[in-house]
C-alpha cells in the first residue's frame, strides 16, 4: 500500500504536490479565519465587560452620592431642629425673666 502511495506519487507528481500544497494552504487560510474570530469575539468580550465594569462602578459612585446626600440633609434638618430648641428655650426664658420682673 506504502508503496503504491509512493509510486503513484512519483507518476503524478505534477499535480499531486501542487495539490498536497493547495490543501495545506486552505487549511492553513481556515486556521487563521478561525483564530481571528476567536480573537474578535475576545476583544469584543473584553469590551462588554469593561463597559459592565465602569457602568457598576458609575452606579456605585451615584449611590455613594445619594447616601451622603441623604446624610447631609438630615444632619441639615437635625440642626434646624437644634436651633429650633434652642430659639424655643430662649424664649421660655425670656417669657421667664419677663413674668418675674412683672411679679
Known amino acids: 500500500m506504502a508503496t503504491e502511495l509512493a509510486e503513484f506519487a512519483r507518476t503524478h507528481a505534477g499535480w499531486v504536490l501542487p495539490l498536497l500544497c493547495l490543501s495545506c494552504l486552505a487549511v492553513l487560510v481556515g486556521l487563521f479565519s478561525i483564530q481571528r474570530r476567536q ?3 475576545l476583544q469584543t468580550w473584553e469590551e462588554e465587560r469593561k463597559r459592565a465594569d ?13 447616601e451622603q446626600a441623604e446624610r447631609d440633609a438630615r444632619l441639615q434638618r437635625e440642626k434646624q431642629v437644634q436651633q429650633s ?18 411679679e
Open 54 to 66: 465602569q457602568q457598576r462602578l458609575e452606579q456605585s459612585r451615584a449611590h455613594l452620592a445619594s
Open 39 to 41: 480573537l474578535r469575539a
Open 85 to 102: 430648641r434652642q430659639l424655643m428655650a430662649n424664649a421660655i426664658a425670656t417669657l421667664q425673666q419677663l413674668k418675674r420682673h412683672s
